[in-house]
């Protein structure tokens, strides 16, 4: 099946650094990946849309040039906190989508096991 | 935009019973409609998922059906096991275009 990793799996930081996070699918090629933030307790939130070779789609609210998006690969996309602060602390969770997918609307998106920041 | 309500956000059952989960959409044009299980302190599972040209689907112990008139659509899990406790997602969108989580259950087996 398809298979998505993050790196690293927790995180960290003091305030004012900033953070690189990975998603890589290990078994398919996914022309899109997409970041999601988690709170304790809540939905899923998605931050931003990442296609490879071309800028981030980013969602209302969040900002471009705190959460850098890289897709540089059609197996890897990096999340990188910038400046972080003790309220960017979450579960930041990326997924990826197989484009090979032919059956139906082909939108299955595959999650990486996620990543705990702190921000102290 | 799409927006997805789910209910009820905790659930228990005995060990053995049926869980429900149960959920709306309002676009009209969504058609494909995942399901995912999120163990605590991991990213979520696709479970099962539906498309909008299939009323029910089941998978072992695991169904999903869809009323695309009423725009509602449900999680069944028979014979539940604790290792069914989780927190569930239904997740609805069109196409290509983004996936809308609805809020999240808390499933609770109790054994």
């Known amino acids: 099946g398809a298979v998505v990793s993050q790196h690293p799996s927790w995180v960290i930081c003091k305030s004012g650094t900033s953070v690189k996070i990975e998603c890589r699918s290990l078994?398919?090629?996914?022309?899109?990946m997409f970041w999601y933030r988690q709170f304790p307790k809540q939905s899923l939130m998605l931050m931003a849309t990442?296609?490879?070779?071309?800028?981030?789609?980013?969602e209302q609210g969040v900002e471009k040039d705190k959460f850098l998006i890289n897709h540089a690969s059609l197996t890897l996309s990096t999340l990188t906190v910038t400046s972080a602060h003790p309220e960017d602390s979450s579960f930041y969770i990326c997924?990826?989508?197989?484009?090979?997918?032919?059956?139906?609307?082909?939108?299955?998106?595959?999650f990486g096991p996620g990543t705990r920041l702190t921000v102290l | 935009g799409e927006n997805v309500e789910q209910h009820p956000s905790t659930l228990s059952v005995q060990e053995g019973d049926s869980a429900v989960i149960k959920c709306t959409y309002s676009?009209?044009?969504?058609?494909?409609f995942p399901w995912y299980k999120q163990e605590l302190g991991k990213g979520p599972q696709l479970i099962i998922d539906?498309?909008?040209?299939?009323g029910e689907k089941k998978d072992q112990r695991i169904a999903v059906t869809l009323n695309k008139t009423a725009k509602h659509f449900s999680l069944h899990i028979t014979e539940t096991q604790p290792e069914d406790s989780a927190v569930y997602f239904c997740?609805?969108?069109?196409?290509?275009?983004?996936?809308?989580f609805g809020t999240g259950t808390k499933l609770q087996v109790i054994p």
């Open positions: 990442s296609n490879e070779g071309s800028k981030a789609t980013y």
């Open positions: 676009d009209s044009a969504s058609n494909y």
């Open positions: 997924s990826a989508r197989d484009y090979r997918t032919t059956s139906g609307s082909g939108n299955e998106q595959f």
């Open positions: 997740a609805a969108s069109e196409g290509y275009q983004k996936v809308t």
């Open positions: 078994d398919f090629q996914a022309t899109t």
């Open positions: 539906i498309r909008s040209n299939v």
